[in-house]
């Protein structure tokens, strides 16, 4: 699997999982009735299709307590533009003067905060990168701009400056306290990079970053594992915390870059993982209000994440992987965490060898996971993304 296609599957999983929330009106209303029913209560789902801009696809990859969605959605001329559903209204966020812009990653805040990535109207990129977005465009402008993140609130959308000496940025998620983290490039040429002779290869270090809006977009870094040259965050929540992956350039999207999972609190950084299967693809997804943290990690016979592994994070109890599913078949034998609820349950995918037969699940306090399309799963689990 290609890390474009990782990161497309890992797409249309946050996609699944928003449909579920859906669902969990419906079922939080059926509860009463079902109960007093005789017949063995069934799942319920309501699908609500969100509209487009007429292009070919489109993607909800985020939900926040207001039931604010955001994604994108691909145009007409077939580039995609960030997008905000709420109250069933269409809003095109627009880009930063280059054809494409998305929102990747869970943006959890309910203070109108959204951020992502966009092209600017800068081009060629300097260096010749496809910079870590060119993954989450998928369409024929997908490199050759400059990227940065941005952050759009009140309307409007606006760059975040990447590190002195750097071009590229990318935003992943912001908190109540205007607080949004990432990753952004400095001016270091970085031996650790992949692939130089391909097309496209990274050049520059990155490091995770720090935006403060309410310091006029200050940006700051956050240190690294000993010994590590890039990094990335990729969550923040409400008290600060942040987690993310700390390792090597490499190729600017996950693989040795996440050799560590880490966590960030008051200005220190801890490998949340050090006992992990494989030094690679070990990143963190999600961080609740408590500093639970989920996510996934690599396998130690597959250096392209194509097998991973999913687990959870607390500060009582460290790490504790999160199974596939058992009785399917083919048998699976990967698992993946992309958020998790103030209770504590988790929500991911199970999938067998080559991601076949991917089943959107639950994790419930419990190593083993419940299909959410199971038919006798009972209750409503809505709040998870």
Avoid at 154 to 175: C, E, I, K, S, V
Avoid at 196 to 218: E, M, N, R, T
Avoid at 256 to 280: C, F, M, Q, R, S
Wanted: hydrophobic content about 35%; aromatic content about 8%.
């Amino acid at each position: 699997m290609t890390t474009q296609q990782r990161w497309a599957r890992a797409g249309l999983v946050r996609r699944i999982l928003l449909i579920i929330l859906f669902a969990a009106g419906c079922q939080t209303a059926l509860a009463q009735t079902q109960a007093q029913a005789k017949a063995k209560p069934k799942a319920q789902y309501q699908v609500s299709t969100l509209p487009d801009f007429g292009g070919t696809s489109s993607g909800g990859n985020s939900i926040n307590d207001q039931s604010w969605v955001s994604g994108y959605s691909r145009q007409l001329d077939r580039n995609r533009h960030a997008t905000l559903w709420r109250n069933g209204a269409l809003t095109d966020l627009l880009t930063l003067g280059g054809p494409n812009s998305s929102v990747t990653w869970n943006v959890k805040n309910t203070a109108g905060i959204i951020v992502g990535i966009s092209q600017t109207a800068t081009t060629p990129e300097p260096n010749g990168e496809n910079w870590s977005s060119a993954a989450f465009y998928s369409t024929p402008n997908n490199v050759g701009y400059i990227n940065l993140g941005f952050v759009w609130e009140n309307g409007a959308m606006r760059r975040l400056l990447p590190f002195p000496g750097g071009n590229n940025g990318f935003a992943t998620g912001a908190n109540n306290l205007g607080q949004v983290v990432g990753w952004a490039e400095n001016g270091v040429h970085d031996p650790t990079c992949c692939c130089q002779s391909d097309p496209g290869h990274q050049v520059l270090q990155f490091l995770p970053a720090v935006w403060d809006l309410g310091s006029g977009d200050q940006i700051h870094d956050l240190p690294l594992i000993s010994g590590d040259s890039s990094g990335a965050a990729t969550a923040i929540n409400d008290n600060g915390q942040i987690v993310g992956i700390s390792g090597i350039c490499d190729q600017a999207v996950g693989r040795h870059t996440a050799k560590h999972a880490v966590l960030w609190e008051n200005g220190t950084v801890t490998d949340i993982y050090p006992d992990a299967p494989a030094p690679w693809w070990n990143t963190p997804t999600a961080i609740n209000q408590h500093g639970d943290v989920v996510g996934f990690a690599g396998d130690s016979t597959d250096v392209e994440g194509n097998i991973l592994h999913a687990f959870i994070w607390t500060k009582d109890n460290g790490i504790q992987v999160l199974k596939p599913l058992r009785g399917r078949v083919p048998q699976h034998v990967d698992s993946e965490a992309y958020g998790i609820n103030e209770a504590g349950q988790v929500v991911g995918v199970s999938c067998a060898a080559d991601q076949v037969d991917c089943r959107a699940v639950i994790w419930n306090h419990g190593v083993y996971p419940t299909d959410l399309n199971d038919p006798d799963l009972k209750g409503s689990y809505s709040g998870f993304l």
